[in-house]
């Protein structure tokens, strides 16, 4: 029988920080194994993972619902020490809903802050339109005074679900169900069976509470650590969820069946929503009409590669590169970007704000260098234009800058007055646990005395270059699971041993949803390692029709067989290297020897692994 009359309406994924366990995409991929239609994503009081979410179901083949679990009180604007924050899980069911919770979240954010984005019931029921509701998990608005009122007044306005979660073990939640019963059948509201995930797989409970630790600062030793009382709080089956409410004992098999089944009504009525890619509009600079912004930008840079390299031998080399940049930026519509940040960079030097001299990939820009965007001259350094506008890339470049921190609120304001406040943001960035660091982490929660976590951070990683992600080797995890069984730290490695029964601590805290890939070095030693990891490489590339070949970073993704790398550390160390003659430098240890520019033979290697 398939298991599709029931769908996991209640999930935390990694944006629950240092709270939900696994990627959206690991969610994904386990709720199209269990033949579910449909899964829902409901973090702690943010959306900031939907639109990845969404895409990863999209890719799993999964139906993504897209909700969030809020933080209520009576009084958003009302900050009292010690008060009780409520759960509340909102689903958005089309368009105006999708509005509506934005603008929820972002007076919670804004308005109602206070250790937490916290929203109420007046502002709750003003923008419901569009919104399904169910009343979450212990934590829920309906052990207020006034949650009842509330229940009441959003269900002549909405769909309410009374949830019910069969947490077996967890004794406070047979009275949260029973009440929900209670009021199933004094308002005939349906009842809904979810289970508030916050991990992935069974069995990986003892992971997450790692994981709260971490975010606590805690040992696991510790007794008065925050701690889930439940466990079990994976992506179930329809099955398991009635197993564990008939184990529980608090509802009967009839309405338990329907609590299920409901996990379906309400995904059919929020699975017509879909978050559409929305086209960017750029404001134009004050003081340069939108008709003459090319011309302007074109005399602006003519002067100024005049002015620096009118006098060079090589001066063709620039006027042609300029004349290639500016076709590519002009003709992708880029222009009125570059002016936006020229304007910008132009005020902050004139008003004594020191600007960074550029970096990323916009250093490889001729024109960015003439609009003193950066500070570079990308052909002395022999940089690249495409690496940083390439006709593959459609979405709007990406020009890092760096001011100096105290300036910041001068540079906003100038920004608002000058295009209006409502179209200057702030952004989130967030970062993940990952590499050395999470090994230390993990150390430290099981107690795990420095001197030996030191060692498995530095035998299971590579020396990462960049610092971006790990590489790791082949002795590597061999190394890391001696010291696990002599100190009794448990860890497996992303990559080895197989999919299913890994009990992944860098797939958990590194970065969950790589791709892994496996390189061949010429050697025939094996390299395993994330596309995303860059390498100092000499690689080539075509653009315009001719084959460039270049020195710099490049992704594992971006390269070719043919390309070369420079890798350090546990691969195959010739004395003279085969490609190019050259001496390699090489230590006395092993392990700590250099290696060569080495050919690459790479394959995608994500399902049959052969370690
Ligand atoms: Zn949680
Ligand atoms: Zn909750
Ligand atoms: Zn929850």
């Given at each position: 029988?398939?298991?599709?009359?029931?769908c996991n309406m209640h999930v935390h994924d990694e944006y629950s920080i240092l709270d939900g366990l696994g990627s959206g995409a690991k969610y994904a991929v386990r709720a199209?194994?269990?033949?579910q239609r449909y899964i829902a994503i409901t973090n702690h009081g943010n959306i900031d993972g939907v639109i990845k979410f969404q895409q990863a179901c999209e890719e799993a083949?999964v139906k993504s619902i897209i909700g969030c679990e809020g933080y209520i009180v009576?009084?958003a604007k009302?900050?009292?020490?010690?008060?009780?924050r409520s759960h509340i899980v909102l689903f958005v069911k089309n368009e105006k809903g999708w509005v509506n919770i934005k603008k929820i979240l972002t007076y919670a954010n804004i308005e109602g802050f206070y250790y937490k984005p916290r929203f109420d019931p007046e502002f709750l029921l003003a923008h419901c339109d569009g919104l399904a509701i169910s009343t979450a998990c212990?934590s829920s608005f309906?052990?207020?005074?006034?949650?009842?009122?509330l229940?009441?007044?959003l269900?002549?306005r909405t769909e309410v679900f009374?949830e019910?979660i069969?947490?077996?073990?967890?004794?406070?939640?047979?009275?949260?169900?029973?009440?929900?019963?209670?009021?199933?059948?004094?308002?005939?509201?349906?009842?809904l069976?979810t289970n508030d995930c916050h991990y992935v797989?069974?069995?990986?409970?003892?992971?997450h509470?790692?994981l709260l630790?971490?975010g606590?600062?805690?040992?696991?030793?510790?007794?008065?650590?925050?701690?889930?009382?439940?466990?079990?709080l994976?992506l179930?089956?329809?099955?398991?969820?009635?197993?564990?409410?008939?184990?529980?004992?608090?509802?009967?098999?009839?309405?338990?069946?329907?609590?299920?089944?409901?996990s379906?009504?309400l995904a059919e009525l929020c699975s017509n929503f879909r978050i559409e890619k929305i086209s960017v509009?750029?404001?134009?600079?004050?003081?340069?009409?939108?008709?003459?912004?090319?011309?302007?930008?074109?005399?602006?840079?003519?002067?100024?590669?005049?002015?620096?390299?009118?006098?060079?031998?090589?001066?063709?080399?620039?006027?042609?590169?300029?004349?290639?940049?500016?076709?590519?930026?002009?003709?992708?519509?880029?222009?009125?970007?570059?002016?936006?940040?020229?304007?910008?960079?132009?005020?902050?030097?004139?008003?004594?704000?020191?600007?960074?001299?550029?970096?990323?990939?916009?250093?490889?820009?001729?024109?960015?260098?003439?609009?003193?965007?950066?500070?570079?001259?990308?052909?002395?350094?022999?940089?690249?234009?495409?690496?940083?506008?390439?006709?593959?890339?459609?979405d709007?470049?990406?020009?890092?800058?760096?001011?100096?921190?105290?300036?910041?609120?001068?540079?906003?304001?100038?920004?608002?007055?000058?295009?209006?406040?409502e179209c200057v943001a702030g952004i989130s960035t967030f970062s993940k646990l990952?590499?050395?660091?999470?090994?230390?982490?993990?150390?430290?929660?099981?107690?795990?005395?420095?001197?030996?976590?030191?060692?498995?951070?530095?035998?299971?990683?590579?020396?990462?270059?960049?610092?971006?992600?790990?590489?790791?080797?082949?002795?590597?995890?061999?190394?890391?699971?001696?010291?696990?069984?002599?100190?009794?730290?448990?860890?497996?490695?992303?990559?080895?041993?197989?999919?299913?029964?890994?009990?992944?601590?860098?797939?958990?805290?590194?970065n969950p949803d790589?791709?892994?890939?496996?390189?061949?070095?010429?050697?025939?030693?094996?390299?395993?390692?994330?596309?995303?990891?860059?390498?100092?490489?000499?690689?080539?590339?075509?653009?315009?029709?001719?084959?460039?070949?270049?020195?710099?970073?490049?992704?594992?993704?971006?390269?070719?067989?043919?390309?070369?790398?420079?890798?350090?550390?546990?691969?195959?160390?010739?004395?003279?290297?085969?490609?190019?003659?050259?001496?390699?430098?090489?230590?006395?240890?092993?392990?700590?020897?250099?290696?060569?520019?080495?050919?690459?033979?790479?394959?995608?290697?994500?399902?049959?692994?052969?370690?």
């Amino acid at each position: 029988m398939p298991e599709d009359y029931y769908c996991n309406m209640h999930v935390h994924d990694e944006y629950s920080i240092l709270d939900g366990l696994g990627s959206g995409a690991k969610y994904a991929v386990r709720a199209k194994e269990l033949e579910q239609r449909y899964i829902a994503i409901t973090n702690h009081g943010n959306i900031d993972g939907v639109i990845k979410f969404q895409q990863a179901c999209e890719e799993a083949g999964v139906k993504s619902i897209i909700g969030c679990e809020g933080y209520i009180v009576l009084d958003a604007k009302d900050k009292q020490k010690g008060e009780k924050r409520s759960h509340i899980v909102l689903f958005v069911k089309n368009e105006k809903g999708w509005v509506n919770i934005k603008k929820i979240l972002t007076y919670a954010n804004i308005e109602g802050f206070y250790y937490k984005p916290r929203f109420d019931p007046e502002f709750l029921l003003a923008h419901c339109d569009g919104l399904a509701i169910s009343t979450a998990c212990s934590s829920s608005f309906l052990f207020q005074d006034w949650g009842e009122d509330l229940l009441t007044e959003l269900s002549d306005r909405t769909e309410v679900f009374l949830e019910i979660i069969p947490l077996v073990g967890f004794e406070p939640q047979k009275a949260v169900n029973e009440y929900k019963v209670l009021l199933h059948r004094k308002y005939g509201l349906p009842l809904l069976a979810t289970n508030d995930c916050h991990y992935v797989l069974q069995g990986e409970d003892d992971i997450h509470e790692a994981l709260l630790c971490i975010g606590g600062k805690y040992k696991l030793s510790d007794t008065n650590r925050r701690r889930f009382e439940a466990k079990n709080l994976y992506l179930k089956s329809g099955r398991e969820m009635l197993t564990a409410l008939r184990q529980q004992g608090v509802v009967d098999s009839k309405l338990s069946e329907q609590a299920v089944y409901n996990s379906i009504s309400l995904a059919e009525l929020c699975s017509n929503f879909r978050i559409e890619k929305i086209s960017v509009y750029l404001p134009n600079v004050p003081g340069i009409p939108s008709g003459e912004e090319d011309n302007f930008i074109r005399k602006l840079c003519a002067e100024k590669l005049k002015l620096y390299f009118g006098e060079r031998d090589n001066f063709s080399d620039y006027q042609s590169r300029y004349e290639e940049e500016i076709n590519s930026i002009s003709g992708q519509g880029f222009i009125r970007y570059f002016l936006i940040v020229w304007e910008l960079i132009s005020w902050c030097r004139n008003n004594d704000i020191m600007v960074g001299p550029g970096r990323g990939s916009s250093g490889g820009s001729l024109v960015s260098y003439l609009l003193g965007i950066t500070q570079v001259d990308p052909i002395k350094f022999g940089l690249l234009f495409s690496r940083f506008i390439s006709p593959a890339r459609i979405d709007i470049p990406d020009i890092d800058m760096d001011f100096e921190d105290i300036h910041r609120p001068r540079i906003r304001k100038h920004l608002e007055d000058l295009y209006g406040q409502e179209c200057v943001a702030g952004i989130s960035t967030f970062s993940k646990l990952k590499g050395r660091s999470a090994i230390r982490d993990v150390a430290r929660v099981y107690d795990v005395p420095m001197i030996d976590s030191d060692k498995a951070a530095k035998a299971v990683v590579v020396r990462c270059l960049d610092g971006d992600s790990m590489v790791y080797t082949v002795e590597g995890p061999k190394a890391i699971r001696d010291l696990a069984g002599s100190s009794g730290f448990r860890v497996s490695c992303h990559g080895h041993g197989s999919r299913r029964e890994t009990r992944e601590v860098e797939q958990v805290f590194v970065n969950p949803d790589m791709d892994m890939f496996e390189m061949t070095l010429e050697s025939g030693k094996k390299i395993i390692c994330s596309a995303e990891h860059k390498f100092w490489s000499k690689y080539s590339h075509i653009y315009n029709g001719k084959i460039y070949s270049n020195v710099g970073w490049r992704k594992l993704r971006d390269l070719k067989p043919t390309d070369k790398i420079l890798t350090y550390e546990h691969c195959e160390v010739y004395s003279h290297c085969k490609q190019c003659g050259k001496i390699i430098y090489r230590k006395r240890n092993r392990d700590r020897s250099f290696c060569s520019l080495s050919c690459l033979a790479i394959y995608k290697n994500l399902h049959d692994n052969p370690y």
